[in-house]
T-cell receptor, first 115, second 115 residues
Framework: KAGVTQTPRYLIKTRGQQVTLSCSPISGHRSVSWYQQTPGQGLQFLFEYFSETQRNKGNFPGRFSGRQFSNSRSEMNVSTLELGDSALYLC???FGGGPLQETQYFGPGTRLLVL | SQQGEEDPQALSIQEGENATMNCSYKTSINNLQWYRQNSGRGLVHLILIRSNEREKHSGRLRVTLDTSKKSSSLLITASRAADTASYFCATVGGDYGGATNKLIFGTGTLLAVQP
């Protein structure tokens, strides 16, 4: 079974631009969560989607948004990029219960550099 | 912000030795999970222990949980060079930050196993 895939793997953008990251969960998984990892703040939860609906949201500004499609693939978007948005963005999938009930399977991440 | 801290921040041992990492957290939990991350890549789930469990084993891994002290430990026995990675604990549940169905990560322990 294929694992969680994320595209692109690396991305360089400049301040003020916007970016869209994609995550394809493991086949059959309907819950997708997004996390941001930075050296200063560590790993932080962004949001979780289940059945095309945002089920949980972390404490990030409105510039960070996401969505989920009917095939469970998810995208996250960051508008008006800031230098501090440089990070490794990880997505995780599970069948549907989320981390409260199930193991989370993480993708390799997208490394975003904002110049 | 992060739920808790891990101790030590870094650990260097020789192959064949045991490695112990500790995790402390702040609020009540539903479960606690341990993850491994190799050099800024995706996270690999190691083990999940629920709040009503005290100890769990998986291969060379042993995890303990003490909810009265709000702490957990991960023991890796007979370590190998391939165990070199960062190890994170993550808590789920409780009433921290409102939404409960998310992973709240600790600060991580960097383990280096010398051949």
């Amino acid at each position: 079974k294929a694992g969680v895939t994320q595209t692109p793997r690396y991305l360089i953008k400049t301040r003020g631009q916007q970016v869209t990251l994609s995550c394809s969960p493991i086949s059959g998984h309907r819950s997708v969560s997004w996390y941001q990892q930075t050296p200063g703040q560590g790993l932080q939860f962004l949001f979780e989607y289940f059945s095309e609906t945002q089920r949980n949201k972390g404490n990030f500004p409105g510039r960070f948004s996401g969505r989920q499609f009917s095939n469970s693939r998810s995208e996250m978007n960051v508008s008006t990029l800031e230098l501090g948005d440089s990070a490794l963005y990880l997505c995780a999938s599970s069948f549907g219960g989320g981390p409260l009930q199930e193991t989370q399977y993480f993708g390799p991440g997208t490394r975003l550099l904002v110049l | 912000s992060q739920q808790g801290e891990e101790d030590p921040q870094a650990l260097s041992i020789q192959e064949g030795e045991n490695a112990t990492m500790n995790c402390s957290y702040k609020t009540s939990i539903n479960n606690l999970q341990w993850y491994r991350q190799n050099s800024g890549r995706g996270l690999v789930h190691l083990i999940l222990i629920r709040s009503n469990e005290r100890e769990k084993h998986s291969g060379r891994l042993r995890v303990t949980l003490d909810t009265s002290k709000k702490s957990s430990s991960l023991l890796i026995t007979a370590s190998r060079a391939a165990d070199t990675a960062s190890y994170f604990c993550a808590t789920v549940g409780g009433d921290y930050g409102g939404a409960t169905n998310k992973l709240i990560f600790g600060t991580g322990t960097l383990l280096a196993v010398q051949p």
